[in-house]
T-cell receptor, first 117, second 117 residues
Framework: GAVVSQHPSWVICKSGTSVKIECRSL??????MFWYRQFPKQSLMLMAT?????????EQGVEKDKFLINHASLTLSTLTVTSAHPEDSSFYIC?????????????FGSGTQLSVL | AQSVAQPEDQVNVAEGNPLTVKCTYS??????LFWYVQYPNRGLQFLLK??????LVKGSYGFEAEFNKSQTSFHLKKPSALVSDSALYFC???????????????FGKGTKLSVIP
């Protein structure tokens, strides 16, 4: 089946630095990608939706200048956490789908655990 | 706005026994409902969905779910649990008012299923 690869699986960084997370669709063209964050024992919270070649649409309360999303190609989206702080520590998950797919073909990456010291 | 509740953080069941993972939802109109499973270090995988039709939906790995409109529930079930079913299970709902082109899902917080040999 289709695979979405997310890297890195975990990252530790110092406060004030930036971290980039990559999400790649390996065998299909991902016209739409979603980025979520998840705190322990909490739901996956949608952060933003990105369509290839367009600016991302951010959910209410998500700072677009802090969480930079780039979806420049049909197989790659990146999430950059800029000037990270300890409160940004979380589990980040991407998902990808192609136009015309139905919801069961929404494929997820394995997630990135970010720890900011 | 739609929401999903998974009232149990963890469910323990003996191998061979039936299992149930609970999910209730809140959405305007008729819901689109989904179950996903996440194994350790893997992305979420689609199990089954309810859009319309029979209230009992069958999915992957022998799982099924029953849509109950009056109780606004969509519990996940399996007649005989396997140790390999141990994983994290997420219930999700899609707002039908978003239209056919929307893939956005609202997730529950997840339920950890442990099947004891």
């Amino acid at each position: 089946g289709a695979v979405v690869s997310q890297h890195p699986s975990w990252v530790i960084c110092k406060s004030g630095t930036s971290v980039k997370i990559e999400c790649r669709s390996l065998d299909f063209q991902a016209t739409t990608m979603f980025w979520y964050r998840q705190f322990p024992k909490q739901s996956l919270m949608l952060m933003a939706t990105s369509n290839e070649g367009s600016k991302a649409t951010y959910e209410q309360g998500v700072e677009k200048d802090k969480f930079l999303i780039n979806h420049a190609s049909l197989t790659l989206s990146t999430l950059t956490v800029t000037s990270a702080h300890p409160e940004d520590s979380s589990f980040y998950i991407c998902s990808a789908i192609s136009t015309g797919f139905t919801n069961e073909k929404l494929f997820f990456g394995s997630g990135t655990q970010l720890s900011v010291l | 706005a739609q929401s999903v509740a998974q009232p149990e953080d963890q469910v323990n069941v003996a191998e061979g026994n039936p299992l149930t993972v609970k999910c209730t939802y809140s959405v305007s109109g008729n819901p689109y409902l989904f179950w996903y499973v996440q194994y350790p270090n893997r992305g979420l995988q689609f199990l089954l969905k309810y859009i319309t039709g029979d209230n009992l939906v069958k999915g992957s790995y022998g799982f099924e779910a029953e849509f109950n409109k009056s109780q606004t529930s969509f519990h996940l079930k399996k007649p005989s649990a396997l140790v390999s079913d141990s994983a994290l299970y997420f219930c999700a709902v899609r707002d039908p008012s978003e239209g056919a082109g929307s893939y956005q899902l609202t997730f529950g917080k997840g339920t950890k299923l442990s099947v004891i040999p």
